[in-house]
């Protein structure tokens, strides 16, 4: 699986972003798409995923909801993340992340995580 992720930078407090991910994957098809985060001393954590295959819906880190949203294209492997009322906490490195079935056993997964792009919030 290849992820290639744009639209961070620098933004000011209470500033909006897009980010945009496409993945390339020779899997038959991809179960969730969607973002993580680490910022400088911490661990990496979800921002928020979306099922492409077989379920529903979206999942949020309290910290997102109301102020992010996630959305995809499964047609198109892409997978974006709308980040609106942005604050200084929300710096930090955003990682794609593309859950597929193992080719060997469709009930197990394989997951991949891009090489991240850098969110600064900062006046």
């Known amino acids: 699986v290849q992820l290639q992720a744009s639209g961070g930078g620098l933004v000011q407090p209470g500033g909006s972003l897009r980010l945009s991910c496409a993945a390339s994957?020779?899997?038959?098809?991809?179960?969730?798409m969607g973002w993580y985060r680490q910022a400088p001393g911490r661990q990496r954590e979800l921002v928020a995923t979306m099922w492409f295959y077989g379920r529903s819906g979206r999942n949020y880190a309290r910290s997102a909801k109301g102020r992010f949203t996630i959305s995809g294209d499964v047609a198109k492997n892409e997978v974006y993340l709308q980040m609106n009322s942005l604050r200084p906490e929300d710096t930090a490195t955003y990682y794609c992340?593309?859950?597929?079935?193992?080719?060997?056993?469709?009930?197990?997964?394989?997951?991949?995580w891009g090489q991240g792009t850098q969110v600064t919030v900062s006046s």
């Open positions: 992340y593309v859950n597929v079935p193992r080719p060997t056993d469709s009930t197990l997964i394989l997951e991949y």
């Open positions: 994957t020779s899997a038959p098809h991809i179960n969730i």
